[in-house]
């Protein structure tokens, strides 16, 4: 009987949906598990973030981000259309609201890859609803080897993001998770089972209270 109510009509959608923010160095590999883990969980929602950084090969506007000049960027920040957004790299980054607050309200869990400014500026803003994962690489050599194969930035770009990665890992403590990518079937199992535990967090299941009370009255 208890298997009806859990899965019935009756409790469906009453769960709300919580925040997966991936941080981790440039290169670390937060881009390609997001997406690895958006393929096997079709219900998660990515939130694609603006930038005025210039799309490289192959990405593509409003998949990857929603790629906009400076002006158009300082705009939106003016008319509070962001979540939170921060310079990296001497680009702008930010997170659209709309499309978060809707997922979140539909019971749906949405998956961020931003920095570790965005990620404090979530979960200041809502520290129930946030889940903070950091991703690191097995070592700085293999980090600025990944950035050379993924061959999508020039060399002094490359050197740039090895410049910050220090900065960014320096967090690593703020974040709830910490995951190391060195075998990359194995991160992505890991992160999925962080997925699945958080989404059966008593917390975030308030019908339980409902459902207790109804089992001891029985
Ligand atoms: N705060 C914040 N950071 C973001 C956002 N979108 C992307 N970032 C971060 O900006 C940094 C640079 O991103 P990108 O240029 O795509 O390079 P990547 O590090 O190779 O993914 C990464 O640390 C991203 O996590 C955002 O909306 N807000
Ligand atoms: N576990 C791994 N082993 C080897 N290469 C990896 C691994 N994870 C990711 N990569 C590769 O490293 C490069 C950087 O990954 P990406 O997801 O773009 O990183 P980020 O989004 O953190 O900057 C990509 O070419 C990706 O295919």
Same mark, same amino acid.
């Given at each position: 009987?208890? !298997?009806?109510?859990?899965?019935?009509?009756?409790?469906? !959608?009453?769960?709300? !949906?919580?925040?997966?923010?991936?941080?981790?160095?440039?290169?670390?590999?937060?881009?390609?598990?997001?997406? =690895?883990?958006?393929?096997?969980?079709?219900?998660?929602?990515?939130?694609?973030?603006?930038?005025?950084?210039?799309?490289?090969?192959?990405?593509?506007?409003?998949?990857?981000?929603?790629?906009?000049?400076?002006?158009?960027?300082?705009?939106?920040?003016?008319?509070? +259309?962001?979540?939170?957004?921060?310079?990296?790299?001497?680009?702008?980054?930010?997170?659209?609201?709309?499309?978060? &607050?809707?997922?979140?309200?539909?019971?749906?869990?949405?998956?961020?890859?931003?920095?570790?400014?965005?990620?404090?500026?979530?979960?200041?803003?809502?520290?129930?609803?946030?889940?903070?994962?950091?991703?690191?690489?097995?070592?700085?050599?293999?980090? =600025?080897? =990944?950035?050379?194969?993924?061959?999508?930035?020039?060399?002094?770009?490359? +050197?740039?993001?090895?410049?910050?990665?220090?900065?960014?890992?320096?967090?690593?403590? &703020?974040?709830?998770?910490?995951?190391?990518?060195?075998?990359?079937?194995?991160?992505?199992?890991?992160?999925?089972?962080?997925?699945?535990?958080?989404?059966?967090?008593?917390? =975030?299941?308030?019908?339980?209270?409902?459902?207790?009370?109804?089992?001891?009255? &029985?």
């Amino acid at each position: 009987m208890h !298997g009806d109510h859990l899965s019935g009509p009756v409790f469906r !959608g009453q769960r709300r !949906g919580f925040m997966l923010v991936l941080s981790s160095p440039s290169g670390a590999g937060k881009t390609t598990l997001s997406k =690895r883990l958006l393929t096997q969980n079709p219900d998660l929602v990515l939130s694609v973030s603006a930038t005025t950084r210039a799309p490289r090969p192959g990405e593509k506007h409003g998949e990857d981000y929603y790629f906009m000049e400076q002006g158009e960027f300082i705009a939106k920040t003016k008319s509070n +259309e962001f979540y939170e957004w921060a310079k990296v790299f001497d680009h702008y980054y930010g997170t659209p609201k709309g499309p978060v &607050e809707e997922a979140l309200e539909e019971g749906r869990d949405v998956i961020f890859d931003i920095d570790w400014q965005g990620a404090q500026a979530l979960a200041e803003s809502a520290p129930q609803d946030v889940v903070r994962v950091f991703i690191l690489p097995p070592s700085l050599k293999l980090l =600025r080897d =990944r950035l050379h194969k993924r061959a999508q930035d020039s060399d002094e770009v490359i +050197e740039g993001r090895m410049n910050r990665a220090k900065a960014e890992i320096e967090h690593w403590n &703020e974040y709830d998770y910490v995951v190391i990518n060195d075998d990359f079937s194995r991160a992505l199992e890991k992160l999925s089972q962080i997925l699945h535990a958080e989404r059966l967090k008593r917390s =975030r299941h308030p019908w339980i209270e409902g459902f207790v009370d109804a089992l001891m009255e &029985e």
